[in-house]
């Protein structure tokens, strides 16, 4: 089966060739730097300078170090297989999007190892597993693939905090994650990036809701470089409810995309996307959130928020939400703005003796702290207020 995939993915790329900005999910981010970046081999790796405990689940360049997974507390509660033995083509069924990506294409054909990992039925985790993923690279221009499925089956209760830590040359780390949520469970996923490393960062996460399932996915970002982020949520069956809030700090001449899309393919559904973005110096984001109401998803209530903050002339934020809906019987909105500091309480501040840097300060965090408030995990609410009065000070 995966050999399959694998040489129909690389005939796809091979015919498709790197994405163009004429492309929609494209428009407004250049793949140009990704053809500096081969596949190469890999030397031995270590994991001496990384610390992990009963709680963690490390990933080496994509591949799941079994010999700290011996210690993983919940062990007894999951099932681990190798990609290269699922035979079960609905597991490793990606959306017609994603499949129809070229970079994505390039990934499938490309990964090396990569773990089916199940949660067993009313799985219950009181504290947060946290996921490492290390990227190791001993030499420049390497690009690292990695794919690995997670599956949570019927009334489990997860909350995932996961973090990528690069060492060594710069390299382009290309991600594939897929998320299969059966009835009844519930996934607090928060991702936390703070990478100066100057790797480029290209993912994939593809979420598969079934019925009466809660999905909390959380992300800050900081000081990335280049990163390009595919979300593509399918609510497949009744009374799911999905919610996306993002942070994120750029500045210098970093570029961060959010491409979101969230398909309501079954009724009484719920979805919000909150992001953020605040943009220093020549920075830029981009915004390309998307909501498809199918015929028949009627109750749908779904809510598309983007709101950008300049603290640059020269910085630019891309925003583009859109609505498709093809059912009557629902309450759907989106809304986008972008501007600087508002002068009128900066003055108000200084009117009450707040000199005019702790003013804009006060200011940036008051608007940040409305999507961090929102975040499903008080520990990330914690990391990224921290990470985000660095990025101030910095």
């Keep these: 089966m995966i050999d399959t995939l694998k040489k129909t993915s690389l005939e796809f790329f091979h015919k498709q060739g790197y994405p163009t900005k004429k492309l929609e999910n494209w428009k407004f981010t250049s793949s140009k730097n990704f053809k500096n970046f081969s596949k190469k081999e890999i030397s031995d790796i270590t994991i001496a300078n990384i610390s992990t405990d009963e709680t963690t689940l490390l990933f080496i360049n994509g591949k799941l170090c079994l010999n700290t997974f011996k210690n993983f507390r919940y062990r007894d509660n999951i099932e681990i297989n190798e990609l290269a033995n699922i035979e079960e083509k609905a597991i490793l069924t990606f959306s017609d999007t994603f499949m129809n990506d070229a970079m994505f294409n390039l990934g499938m054909s490309e990964f090396d ?112 470089i280049f990163s390009k982020e595919f979300i593509e949520i399918d609510l497949n069956n009744t009374g799911s409810d999905a919610k996306v809030n993002i942070l994120n700090l750029v500045k210098d001449e970093q570029h961060l995309d959010n491409n979101i899309l969230i398909n309501h393919n079954a009724e009484h559904c719920t979805s919000f996307q909150h992001v953020r973005n605040i943009l220093d110096n020549k920075s830029s984001t981009v915004f390309n959130g998307k909501v498809i109401v199918a015929e ?54 200084r009117a009450r003796g707040i000199d005019q840097s702790s003013a804009q300060k006060m200011l940036i965090k008051a608007f940040a702290k409305e999507v961090i408030d929102e975040f499903s995990l008080s520990s990330v609410q914690d990391i990224s207020e921290i990470a985000l009065d660095r990025w101030i000070d910095g």
């Design 296 to 349: 028949g998803a009627q109750q749908t209530d779904s809510n598309q928020s983007n709101k950008n903050l300049l603290l640059s002339l020269n910085s630019t934020a891309f925003s583009n939400p859109q609505l498709e809906i093809y059912a009557d019987d629902v309450s759907c909105g989106h809304g986008s703005t972008t501007g600087a500091l508002d002068e009128n309480s900066i003055f108000y501040l």
């Design 113 to 224: 190892g990569g773990h089916y990992i199940k949660f067993k039925k009313q799985t219950n985790v009181e504290d947060p597993i946290k996921i490492i993923n290390l990227f190791q690279n001993d030499t420049s221009d390497r690009r690292i693939v990695s794919f690995n499925i997670f599956h949570f089956e019927e009334g489990s209760q997860i909350s995932i905090v996961e973090k990528d830590i690069n060492e060594g040359a710069p390299s382009f780390n290309l991600k594939m994650n897929k998320f299969i949520c059966d009835n009844a469970s519930n996934l607090n996923f928060a991702k936390y990036v703070e990478d100066k490393s100057d790797c480029h960062l290209l993912s994939y996460s593809y979420y598969k809701v079934g019925k009466d399932v809660c999905l909390n996915m959380d992300s800050m970002n900081k000081d990335a």
